[in-house]
C-alpha cells in the first residue's frame, strides 16, 4: 500500500510519524529516504512519541550511529549518513529488528533491508514543503 501526504511544515511531518508509531510492531524496519534537511529526523521524532517515548530526545545521531531508546516497545534510530554500504550491511541491522522498532536514515547504503520493511521516502518541494510517501509490503 503507498500514501502520499503533501506537509507544509515539520510539525506535519512529525505528526506522520506519531501517528505510526502506535500501529507498529517489533520487528518493524523503516527506511528512511531523502536528500539532507528532507525531514527524516522530524518523521522519526514524530515515530518516537507516537510509542510514547522522549521524543525531544531525538537528533540526527552525528556520533552515534545507532540511537536505541527504551520503553514499552524500543527503538532504535539508525543514520547510515557517514559510513559505507559495506560497513552498513556489517552493522548486523537484521539483528536490531528482533529487539523492537528500527527506523533507519540514509537507508539506501543497506543492500539487504527485509521485503516486509515499510519504505519513508521524503521529497523536498521548496520551501516547506515536503511529499512524504509511506509504502508498505502488502
Ligand atoms: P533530515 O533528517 O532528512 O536531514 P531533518 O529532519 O533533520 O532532516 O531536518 C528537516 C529540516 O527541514 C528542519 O530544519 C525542519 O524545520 C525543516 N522543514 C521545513 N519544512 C518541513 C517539512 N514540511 N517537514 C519536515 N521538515 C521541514
Ligand atoms: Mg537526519
Redesign the pocket.
Known amino acids: 500500500m503507498t500514501r502520499i501526504t503533501l506537509?507544509?511544515?515539520?510539525q506535519?511531518?512529525?505528526a506522520l510519524g506519531r501517528d505510526l508509531g502506535p500501529t507498529l510492531p517489533i520487528g518493524t524496519t523503516l527506511l528512511?529516504r531523502?536528500?539532507?534537511?528532507?525531514?527524516?529526523?522530524?518523521?522519526?521524532?514524530g515515530l518516537a512519541e507516537g510509542m510514547g517515548l522522549p521524543a525531544e530526545a531525538v537528533s540526527?545521531p552525528t556520533f552515534t550511529l545507532i540511537q536505541e531508546y527504551r520503553g514499552a516497545r524500543r527503538l532504535f534510530h539508525v543514520d547510515l549518513y557517514r559510513i559505507s554500504a559495506m560497513e552498513a550491511d556489517d552493522l548486523g541491522l537484521d539483528e536490531l529488528t528482533t529487539q523492537g522498532v528500527v527506523a533507519i536514515?540514509w537507508a539506501d547504503k543497506w543492500t539487504s533491508p527485509p521485503a516486509s520493511a515499510i519504505d519513508v521516502h521524503?521529497e523536498d518541494l521548496g520551501?516547506?514543503?515536503?511529499r512524504v510517501t509511506i509504502r508498505t509490503a502488502e
Open positions: 506537509t507544509s511544515s515539520e506535519e511531518t512529525s528512511l531523502g536528500d539532507l534537511g528532507a525531514g527524516k529526523t522530524a518523521f522519526v521524532r540526527s536514515e521524503i520551501g516547506d514543503s515536503r
